[in-house]
């Protein structure tokens, strides 16, 4: 796809700014510049997001948006073990969490990547299947991926350039010859999985957030998707409400619900389609980027709370016709321990299944900070010891945080931002300490100084 001197250009610059380069040029007039500039960006950012990939020579990246848009290595490897976790265990989708430990394919297995891209998710799922069809409308991509799974020994992936909801229309149950222009699928096959990412993106280049304007829509394919597979993976933006998301993609068809976290950062919701499902199965991960450990917190449908719903928190104050006990007063004090859940349960919002299944209390229902008296091993978060508690009175504020020069502050259901906060205690950022501004069951606020445990 590169000639030799595009290619030595690439390799020669590989670590020069891009912009620089731009700037200069090239003298050899063999040297495809704004090719090489793609190639070499690609490479850059594939150092930090697909360090496999980087590895090698002979991949070809596609233009910065698609890198920009692509799975991370991390990311990409969570979703090939939930793969084999469906493939392996097709009837267990409303049950149990991905598999960590990879398996062989099952035989007569089928994925099918209906928004292909870049391919690093099809690529790294695809190790799971006996067959894996990857279909993407842009030829471009199209070319790019065709090179890059023969590199990379994908020998059961096969690519056609098609638009998804055309070439799932037109599919026939039979054998799926290398040449074909539009691959099909055989009759035998044991598990079907198909894979979707929808654009996130409009005509001109916005984000978008809802469903209905991702391309393509999947609420209408629901049916069809489901007709041609036993589950249906669909990659959705992290912004995502995944509570409408579940309602607007039937609540009954909605197996899995998987929010993926990166360094405590939301990166990505999954969400897994099967026939019938009378509850899901909601999957809270956090990955550390520096060794691949997950920490994952799991809300069986047959174990979690009563008051696990799919609707949306009822606010502070609001009538409640269920049977929650009343929230009980709760005064965190000096020498208890605090937890602050990762991002992922917070995206979630499953703190009562949170605090039943670790033991602890919340400070209060919306300030979604939990205390405990003894240390609590294992918790999905950070955890901290209470060292004192001050109220914002100037003579509480003097006596508990008058010898700190500078703290990390932290705000959860309190009416100043940190920034404020931290221009009136007049604290600079970084230390070992930490600073929980916050408010009590009984609406006061309160500010905890910790320290890591």
């Not at 020669?12 to 620089?20: A, F, I, K, P, Y």
């Not at 265990?89 to 990879?102: A, V």
């Not at 909601?282 to 997950?294: A, P």
């Not at 859940?341 to 209060?364: E, T, V, Y």
Request: aromatic content about 6%.
């Amino acid at each position: 796809m590169l000639n030799e001197a595009t290619l030595q250009f690439v390799s020669q610059h590989s670590h020069d700014d891009v912009r620089m380069l731009a700037l200069h040029g090239c003298k050899n007039p063999d040297v495809d510049l704004t090719l090489a500039l793609q190639q070499i960006q690609g490479r850059q950012t594939a150092r930090r997001k697909l360090p496999s990939w980087a590895a090698n020579e002979g991949i070809v990246y596609p233009p910065r948006l698609n890198m920009e848009q692509c799975s991370s290595e991390l990311t990409a490897r969570y979703k090939a073990q939930l793969a084999v976790k469906l493939n392996t265990h097709p009837d267990e989708s409303c049950k149990s969490s991905p598999g960590r430990c990879p398996k062989p394919p099952s035989a007569g297995s089928l994925l099918i990547d209906l928004t292909g891209g870049f391919g690093v998710d099809f690529s790294f799922m695809a190790e799971a299947f006996d067959e894996a069809v990857y279909v993407e409308r842009d030829p471009q991509l199209c070319a790019i991926a065709t090179h890059n799974l023969a590199l990379l020994g994908r020998s059961n992936a096969k690519t056609v350039c098609a638009d998804a909801e055309s070439w799932l229309s037109s599919v026939t149950y039979t054998a799926v010859p290398q040449s074909q222009e539009a691959p099909s699928l055989s009759p035998s096959q044991s598990s079907v999985l198909i894979y979707l990412d929808p654009a996130r993106r409009d005509t001109h280049g916005q984000r978008t957030y809802s469903l209905a304007d991702c391309s393509p829509n999947v609420v209408p394919l629901v049916p069809m998707l489901l007709q041609h597979s036993d589950h249906v993976m669909l990659k959705l933006s992290p912004m995502l409400d995944w509570r409408k998301a579940t309602d607007d993609l039937g609540q009954n068809h909605v197996g899995q619900i998987h929010i993926v976290a990166v360094d405590n950062e939301c990166k990505e919701l999954l969400i897994v389609l099967t026939h019938h499902c009378d509850r899901p199965l909601l999957v809270c991960t956090d990955i550390r980027s520096s060794d691949g450990h997950q920490t994952i917190f799991t809300v069986e449908p047959a174990l979690s709370s009563q008051h696990f719903s799919l609707q949306p928190p009822t606010p502070a104050g609001a009538a409640t016709n269920d049977c929650r006990p009343p929230f009980q007063k709760l005064f965190p004090r000096a020498s208890s321990f605090l937890y602050e859940p990762n991002a992922a349960i917070m995206k979630a919002g499953c703190f009562d299944d949170l605090a039943a299944s670790f033991g602890i209390r919340q400070i209060a229902p919306n300030s979604h900070l939990f205390t405990s008296e003894t240390p609590i091993a294992g918790f999905p978060g950070r955890r901290f010891r209470i060292e004192a508690v001050s109220t914002m009175n100037k003579r509480d504020l003097k006596a508990t945080l008058g010898h700190l020069h500078q703290a990390n502050i932290a705000v959860r259901n309190f009416p100043l931002s940190v920034q404020q906060l931290r221009q009136r205690l007049k604290l600079a950022d970084g230390g070992t300490d930490y600073i929980f501004a916050t408010t009590q069951a009984d609406g006061g606020h309160v500010l905890l100084l910790c320290s890591r445990h």
